[in-house]
């Protein structure tokens, strides 16, 4: 059986975007059930649970005897498992992870530096100095990975892949602004959105927050 962790609760502004829902995802791509390990306020830094996750996040992942911590990490391993988010063909492949890690790696830092500041540190006034020059720095990654989505639906090989999931995951931590329809990449999130395993793994992370 896989497990998979999650938080019980967490603020209104997380909700939908924390990062079990790429694990969960890439599980309904997969077509592999899983069952969900609930952590309540705390038990993130039980001893237990820091023997398996190290920084106290989530997810963590457990397949039998085999622990894995790291949300990009986790989705390549379920897609070595599943064409349905890796090809088979070694150059599809090797094309897929290179956007898998340029989702976590040049799109996610600016992406997150410049939620922190709307969503955590709006109050402080060194803010006002910096959210431009975040701001700017954003809209310069999305413009870049406008040009190189083009006019294609998806970033590899014309078909999804954990690519295009990792980098719709990234995309939707800004959704309290209008960076990534103003970048024209609207329509690409929408058309990731709409996959119903999006939806799947999206109802099923909602329900543990509207349960507690």
């Not at 990534?180 to 609207?186: E, F, R």
């Not at 999130?189 to 507690?212: G, H, I």
Request: aromatic letters at 8%.
């Amino acid at each position: 059986m896989i497990r998979v962790s999650a938080f019980k609760s967490v603020p209104p502004f997380a909700q939908g975007l924390v990062r079990d829902l790429r694990v969960r995802w890439a599980l309904e791509e997969a077509g592999l059930g899983y069952e969900q390990v609930l952590l309540a306020d705390g038990e993130k830094d039980d001893a237990a649970y820091r023997s398996w996750q190290p920084f106290g996040q989530v997810p963590a992942y457990q397949e039998d005897g085999l622990r894995l911590f790291e949300s990009g990490a986790i989705v390549m391993h379920i897609g070595a498992r599943s064409e349905a988010l890796l090809p088979a063909e070694p150059e599809p492949r090797a094309r897929a992870i290179e956007w898998m890690f340029a989702a976590l790696n040049s799109i996610e830092p600016p992406i997150q530096n410049l939620a922190a500041i709307d969503l955590f540190y709006a109050a402080e006034d060194w803010t006002k100095a910096r959210r431009p020059g975040a701001e700017e720095m954003v809209q310069k990654r999305l413009a870049e990975l406008a040009a190189a989505l083009g006019d294609k639906d998806w970033l590899a090989d014309a078909r999804f892949t954990a690519g295009d999931l990792l980098m719709a995951t990234v995309l939707r931590i800004l959704r309290h602004t209008d960076l990534v329809a103003g970048a024209g990449l609207g329509a690409y999130l929408a058309r990731c959105e709409a996959r119903p395993a999006f939806q799947r793994a999206l109802a099923a992370q909602m329900a543990v927050f509207e349960t507690a």
